[in-house]
Structures are given as C-alpha cells and as structure tokens.
C-alpha cells in the first residue's frame, strides 16, 4: 500500500463528514469523488512548514465541495431558467394552425353541419 492509498484509508471518513455538514445530497457520488481529488491535491502540494497536514486537507476537501455545491447550484438555476423561457414560448406558439382553405371546404363537403361545428370549432379555432 503506497501513501496515498494510506492518507485515503485514514482520511476518507473527513469526505463523508463535509458532504454531511453540508447537507449535500450525493446520491452519484460524484462530491465524495471531488473530496478525494482535493485530498489528492493537498497530499501533492502540503508543506510542512505552513501548518499540519490535516488541517490543510480538511480545507482543500471543505473548499472543493463548497465550490461544486455553487456550481451546481448555479447550473440548476440556469436550467430552470431555460425551462421557464420554454413553457413561456410554449404558451404563445401556434403551430398546428391549418390555412388551407381547399382542404377545409373538402373535408366540409363530406361532413354534416353538426360534425362541421365540431371540426371547426375544436380543432380549427382549438
């Protein structure tokens, strides 16, 4: 077993705990994912001279969840804001409108006025 693999081991419990502390909901596992490429980042680049090395890992780990957090946070906000500039489009498009008006006197001519009423007023003026 390298280092790495021994700071994980000792280590991995810190990642569950932030995303808890959070209130993050990880249901893919993709924020326990980005806490260990943060744990791999403050292994790689800790110095000992600046300070203790769990302390450093619990706050690139802390910092790492906490941007992801915002940057899903941000991506949900603009796809619900696409969502709702569709449902607006939506409201006001018409695209179904026939304005064939040889169609409409053929299919007239094999209806009675009663199914006419009908065609004409459900389907043509919806």
């Keep these: 077993m390298d280092a790495f693999e021994k700071v994980v081991k000792e280590n991995s419990r810190?990642?569950?705990?932030?995303?808890?502390?959070?209130h993050i909901q990880d249901d893919a596992g993709d924020y326990y994912t980005e806490g260990l490429l943060a744990m791999w980042e403050a292994y790689e680049t800790y110095d000992s001279a600046k300070g203790s090395f769990s302390s450093y890992m619990s706050f690139k780990i802390r910092t790492r969840l906490i941007d992801l957090l915002r940057?899903?946070?941000?991506?949900?906000?603009?796809?619900?804001?696409?969502r709702q500039q569709a449902i607006h489009e939506q409201t006001y498009v018409?695209?179904?409108?026939?304005?064939?008006?040889?169609?409409?006197n053929k299919v007239q001519s094999v209806l009675?006025?009663?199914?006419?009423?009908w065609?004409?007023?459900y389907?043509?003026?919806d």
């Design 112 to 117: 009675t006025d009663k199914q006419w009423k």
């Design 71 to 82: 940057k899903d946070i941000r991506r949900q906000e603009v796809e619900a804001g696409y």
């Design 94 to 104: 018409t695209e179904d409108y026939i304005e064939d008006q040889y169609l409409w």
């Design 119 to 121: 065609v004409y007023y």
């Design 14 to 22: 810190l990642i569950h705990y932030f995303i808890h502390r959070l």
């Design 123 to 125: 389907v043509i003026e």
